[in-house]
């Protein structure tokens, strides 16, 4: 099914981390008790399984207000502090990228960032479902016009040298309000932008040429890949 745990190279991920509450919270055992804080400024936030959105490969994705999503890292390092610190400013607003970073609770180490949360959104692999495009009546059409916003994005992040390696359809969320369906593209911390790699891709959406490769040892991904 859709939101089946996916294969990637660099680790696996479900795709669940998409920030979007529906299926993944379904089934959530409800006598789980699990739950941390961290700090995000001078506000200690705790986080519980009743919040939890996904989790996959890198860490855990929790519901934070009516408009974010606080992904917590399993693996906090210096190299991904310092890749969230270098995200570049002033990209579409799509890109649904860190926007405040996040403090273990006790400590100055970083565990994770806050980030825009899909509300009511859904991944553009629905799109292939016939009986779900009948349901939410979306038309050819409509379609068409969300590939051609993702294009005009993604030619947006060209040319400030940001390159989606992990492009794959639980990355890319859809969502309308009365209006046409608009993509948003999340995990952009593993975007690939300056000297910073990305470091997974799903095995079945990245390019042949990078078969292979240790996606971790560099940038690898090029606007044509």
């Known amino acids: 099914g859709p939101w089946a745990p996916s294969r990637r190279r660099g680790g696996d991920r479900s795709r669940t981390e998409a920030l979007v509450s529906t299926q993944t919270e379904r089934g959530m055992s409800s006598t789980s008790k699990r739950s941390s804080c961290v700090r995000m400024g001078r506000t200690t936030i705790d986080l519980q399984d009743a919040d939890l959105l996904g989790e996959g490969g890198e860490g855990r ?42 403090h273990a609770a006790s400590t100055e180490e970083v565990v994770g960032y806050r980030m825009q949360r899909v509300v009511g959104g859904f991944d553009v692999g629905r799109l292939s479902e016939r009986t779900f495009r009948d349901r939410e009546r979306i038309r050819n059409a409509d379609v068409l016009g969300v590939f051609r916003a993702l294009v005009t994005v993604l030619s947006s992040l060209h040319a400030k040298s940001v390159v989606v390696g992990d492009l794959n359809p639980g990355n890319v969320m859809l969502s309308r309000d009365q209006g046409p369906l608009v993509p948003s593209l999340i995990d952009a911390d593993s975007m690939q932008y300056a000297s910073f790699a990305c470091t997974v891709a799903h095995e079945r959406y990245v390019h042949p040429s990078l078969y292979g490769k240790d996606l971790a040892s560099g940038p690898h991904f090029s606007p044509t890949t």
């Open 61 to 102: 994705v929790y519901r934070h207000g009516q408009g974010s999503a606080l992904k917590i890292f399993y693996a906090p390092s210096a190299a991904r502090t310092r890749k969230l610190e270098a995200f570049p400013p002033r990209l579409p607003d799509a890109v649904k990228g860190p926007s405040e970073l996040l």
